[in-house]
C-alpha cells in the first residue's frame, strides 16, 4: 500500500513568517501533486512535480520533490493569509480499470494577520 | 473553465433514508470519483469509475453504491443513510493518464439525523 503521512499536521503562524510542510512516502512515486483546499471549497491543483530533485516554484511558494521520489516538501515565504487552507499532497496508484490517487491527510495552515 | 458540479451544498437526511448525489463534469473526463473527508481521516475514496457503467471500489465502498449511466454524470446512493455517514463529500474527475489533475467539485455538507 502507497501511503502519504503529511506533516505537521496543524501549523498556525503570524502573517510574514516562513514555513515548510513535508510529505513522506516509503514507496517511489513517478509524481506527486499539491492541492490547497479553501473552507468550504473542494481542492484545487498547485503543483504537479515528476523528476526527481525538481524544484518548482510559483510565486512565493517552492516545491521541491525528493531525489530519490519518495517525497515532497513545499515551502511558503513570507506567508500571507491568503495561503490559509489545508495542503494536500498525492501520487498516483493503479487501479484495476484506471489510474486514481492516493492522498495523505494534508496540513492544515492558519496565516494569522 | 472546467467544472465539476455537484447537485447539493448541503443537505439533511434522517437515518434510513435513501440518498442521492449527483456529479456533473463537463471535460469529457473518463474518471470520476467520489471521497469523503473527516477531520483528522483527510480525503478518502469510496468509488471511482473509469468508463460509463464501469466501476472500481475504493477504500471505504461499504454502505454506499454508485451508478455512471452517461460519461458526464456519476451518482452516489445511500443505500440507507446512517448517521456515521455524515460528512462532506467531494467529486472529482480526471482524464485516464497516470498523475493527471483532479477537478474536484464543491462538496456537499451531508448530515443525517
Known amino acids: 500500500t502507497q501511503l502519504l503521512e503529511q506533516s505537521p499536521q496543524f501549523l498556525s503562524i503570524q502573517e510574514g513568517e516562513n514555513l515548510t510542510v513535508y510529505c513522506n512516502s516509503s514507496?517511489?512515486?513517478?509524481?506527486l501533486q499539491w492541492y490547497r483546499q479553501e473552507p468550504g471549497e473542494g481542492p484545487v491543483l498547485l503543483v504537479t512535480?515528476?523528476?526527481?530533485?525538481e524544484v518548482k516554484k510559483l510565486k512565493r511558494l517552492t516545491f521541491q520533490f525528493g531525489d530519490a521520489r519518495k517525497d515532497s516538501s513545499l515551502h511558503i515565504t513570507a506567508a500571507q493569509p491568503g495561503d490559509t487552507g489545508l495542503y494536500l499532497c498525492?501520487?498516483?496508484?493503479?487501479?484495476?480499470?484506471?489510474?486514481?490517487?492516493?492522498f495523505g491527510k494534508g496540513t492544515k495552515l492558519s496565516v494569522i494577520p | 473553465d472546467v467544472k465539476v458540479t455537484q447537485s447539493s451544498r448541503y443537505l439533511v437526511k434522517r437515518t434510513g433514508e435513501k440518498v442521492f448525489l449527483e456529479c456533473v463534469q463537463d471535460?469529457?473526463?473518463?474518471?470520476m470519483f467520489w471521497y469523503r473527508q473527516d477531520p483528522g481521516l483527510g480525503l478518502r475514496l469510496i468509488y471511482f469509475?473509469?468508463?460509463?457503467?464501469?466501476?472500481e471500489k475504493g477504500d471505504i465502498p461499504e454502505g454506499y453504491s454508485v451508478s455512471r449511466e452517461k460519461k458526464e454524470r456519476f451518482s452516489l446512493i445511500l443505500e440507507s443513510a446512517s448517521t456515521n455517514q455524515t460528512s462532506m463529500y467531494l467529486c472529482?474527475?480526471?482524464?485516464?493518464?497516470?498523475?493527471?489533475?483532479?477537478?474536484f467539485g464543491p462538496g456537499t455538507r451531508l448530515t443525517v439525523l
Open positions: 472529482a474527475s480526471s482524464t485516464f493518464r497516470a498523475g493527471d489533475t483532479q477537478y
Open positions: 514507496s517511489v512515486f513517478s509524481s
Open positions: 512535480v515528476v523528476t526527481g530533485g
Open positions: 498525492a501520487g498516483p496508484k493503479r487501479g484495476a480499470g484506471s489510474y486514481q490517487l492516493t
Open positions: 471535460m469529457d473526463h473518463e474518471n
Open positions: 469509475s473509469y468508463d460509463v457503467k464501469m466501476k
